[in-house]
């Protein structure tokens, strides 16, 4: 009674260990890893810090400008006041007459008052940019769950076939056995047991080049999900899609919607930079002449007050700049259309090719059923000596491949499923 009991206790602790061993992965959850591994996700952080700082750049057009400025020239001639006759004496002689050579260093502060609008609008195209390639990078990595499924589903596959060679393996064990227990009767000749071992051999080969696709489909996703994913871990099978809604939802729409937002802000900054620019001045120099051009001594000076500047060039590529830019919208329309009839097309060769699996499947059990039958009462006759050891084998691997389809058309209605799922946005 205690070996008993310490046998129970041994295997229970067995049971809980592997247990504990096996990871249970999940379709999802590969989607999330890859999410979160794939490089270029690490741009969203790297795009928000760009925008912070050309924004602020943008703004800090309202500070106050500060030039420090300095000119020395010489010139061929100067003011001069001719006061001869208009006295009773010649008074130019008391006048100072300017140097021809002059000196200036001033410095000068401007603060805008308004800029018609153009630092707004250029802040709004620096975010509709920003979007714009936040968006890209969805679309991106909206193409990397095609990639996960292909190779989650490809394990998947090979798993099943796997577990089928088992079977097989099984059963050609159970001819085997049969044989050599007929043999040693004298009944079946020994070229039977022969037979037997090449499909072995086979079986064997088969097994060899299903683990050889398994690893590197495991090492593909080990490196897209930045987890090391082997024999420990067990991938869930998918559950199945009931709905398949015709509403697209993929991330190329929402960017072409942010691309259409980029025109819309290239519009108010083409606007703006036809309108009038308001600000202060105020300089502070020293040099000679002063203000008062006829004081030749070198003095300080200060002067100050309104800028007002309006540039007309603007007016001259208006129209074609907002035709242009029309154009542009019109251009993402077509695209849009475009992508929206693909993928509707898409849409629909999946549909068919679902119900196509669908249909397919109800047919495998009743084909499984029929090949096992028929295997076992080969085996019968096999065992009578009614049949010989090639057609017991021929049946046995007919019920396999059998067994190897229904499995196979059920991964591939899930893949279609899930291809629909993609195509679809979701």
């Not at 200036?104 to 509709?128: C, H, P």
């Not at 691309?259 to 620019?277: C, E, H, M």
């Not at 509707?344 to 499947?361: A, V």
């Not at 017991?392 to 279609?416: G, V």
Request: charged share 25%.
């Amino acid at each position: 009674m205690k070996n008993k009991i310490s046998v129970f206790i041994v295997m229970t602790i067995c049971t809980l260990s592997l247990s504990a061993q096996i990871q249970v992965l999940t379709l999802e959850e590969c989607h999330e890893k890859a999410r979160e591994n794939y490089p270029l996700i690490r741009q969203h952080s790297l795009l928000e810090i760009s925008e912070n700082y050309t924004l602020d750049n943008i703004f800090k057009v309202y500070l106050p400008q500060v030039s420090l400025n300095g000119q020395a020239s010489y010139q061929t001639d100067v003011t001069q006041i001719n006061m001869k006759g208009t006295f009773p004496i010649d008074i130019s002689q008391f006048i100072e007459t300017m140097n021809k050579d002059q000196y200036k260093i001033y410095a000068q502060v401007e603060q805008l008052l308004w800029d018609g609008g153009q630092s707004r609008a250029r802040a709004k195209t620096v975010k509709a940019a920003t979007e714009i390639e936040k968006q890209q990078i969805e679309v991106s990595l909206h193409a990397i769950k095609d990639k996960i499924n292909q190779l989650y589903f490809g394990i998947l596959s090979i798993n099943e076939q796997l577990k089928q060679l088992d079977i097989l393996d099984s059963d050609l064990q159970a001819n085997k056995d049969l044989a050599q227990s007929m043999l040693k009767n004298g009944v079946v000749m020994p070229s039977d047991l022969d037979l037997i071992q090449v499909e072995f051999l086979n079986l064997e080969q088969k097994k060899i080049e299903l683990h050889s696709y398994k690893n590197a489909y495991l090492q593909m996703l080990s490196v897209f999900t930045n987890e090391k994913i082997g024999d420990f871990v067990e991938l869930q099978l998918p559950d199945d899609i009931s709905e398949l809604p015709d509403d697209i939802k993929r991330p190329e729409l929402i960017l072409f919607d942010k691309q259409r937002l980029l025109y819309q802000s290239q519009k108010s900054d083409i606007k703006a930079k036809n309108r009038p620019v308001f600000g202060l001045f105020i300089q502070g120099g020293y040099g000679r002449p002063g203000l008062n051009m006829l004081e030749p001594e070198f003095k300080t000076y200060a002067l100050g007050g309104v800028k007002f500047t309006w540039n007309f060039g603007n007016l001259y590529t208006y129209k074609n700049d907002l035709n242009l830019i029309r154009n542009n919208l019109n251009t993402i329309d077509v695209q849009e259309q475009t992508f929206r009839f693909n993928t509707t097309l898409e849409m629909n060769r999946l549909k068919p090719e679902i119900e196509k699996y669908k249909k397919l499947m109800d047919k495998d059990e009743k084909i499984v059923d029929l090949r096992s039958r028929i295997k076992n009462i080969s085996r019968s006759k096999y065992e009578n000596g009614i049949c010989q050891m090639k057609d017991l084998i021929a049946d046995t691997n007919a019920e396999n491949q059998a067994r190897q389809t229904k499995i196979q058309h059920y991964i591939q209605y899930l893949i279609s499923t899930y291809d629909y799922q993609y195509t679809q946005g979701n």
